[in-house]
């Protein structure tokens, strides 16, 4: 059995979690982790994450323009992927998340379930983490990263 392979969705206020299974064939949302307001607080409590999973990979989400460019939030969430891989045990790689919050929006939205109010908030987030994970995944078959 291989090591799982955390995803994170980093937000400015939440930040979706997702799991791989162990034989990294498909990702599983995860509970959103709520930011403190203090960025060194948010990178150890996400690490600590990954750690108490015992993953051996973190894949985060970039956000990234329509066209491919990078916008403010995309420096933001540099910032906070190169601190996470300062005090991560494992590597940490980003994968392009465009569109990955809109899809899980949509598909909450197709079952039911209303995604306006804040407590339902936190559903999207990881969702998001999952969708980033799966894309993860797809480009890169188990075997050739963990």
Request: proline content about 3%; glycine content about 8%; overall charge neutral.
């Given at each position: 059995?291989?090591?799982?392979?955390?995803?994170?969705?980093?937000?400015?206020?939440?930040?979706?979690?997702?799991?791989?299974?162990?034989?990294?064939?498909?990702?599983?949302?995860?509970?959103?982790?709520?930011?403190?307001?203090?960025?060194?607080?948010?990178?150890?409590?996400?690490?600590?994450?990954?750690?108490?999973?015992?993953?051996?990979?973190?894949?985060?989400?970039?956000?990234?323009?329509?066209?491919?460019?990078?916008?403010?939030?995309?420096?933001?969430?540099?910032?906070?992927?190169?601190?996470?891989?300062?005090?991560?045990?494992?590597?940490?790689?980003?994968?392009?998340?465009?569109?990955?919050?809109?899809?899980?929006?949509?598909?909450?939205?197709?079952?039911?379930?209303?995604?306006?109010?804040?407590?339902?908030?936190?559903?999207?987030?990881?969702?998001?983490?999952?969708?980033?994970?799966?894309?993860?995944?797809?480009?890169n078959p188990r075997g050739s990263s963990v």
């Amino acid at each position: 059995m291989e090591k799982q392979i955390a995803a994170f969705d980093i937000g400015d206020k939440r930040i979706g979690v997702a799991f791989s299974d162990p034989f990294g064939e498909y990702a599983v949302p995860g509970d959103t982790y709520f930011r403190v307001g203090n960025f060194s607080d948010d990178v150890r409590a996400v690490a600590q994450i990954a750690r108490a999973r015992g993953v051996g990979l973190i894949v985060c989400g970039l956000p990234l323009n329509a066209d491919g460019t990078e916008s403010v939030q995309t420096e933001k969430t540099r910032r906070f992927v190169n601190a996470l891989s300062e005090v991560s045990e494992v590597p940490v790689v980003c994968e392009d998340e465009r569109y990955t919050t809109r899809e899980a929006r949509r598909d909450l939205t197709a079952i039911g379930i209303s995604v306006k109010k804040d407590k339902r908030k936190k559903n999207v987030d990881s969702i998001a983490a999952a969708y980033i994970l799966e894309g993860y995944l797809a480009k890169n078959p188990r075997g050739s990263s963990v």
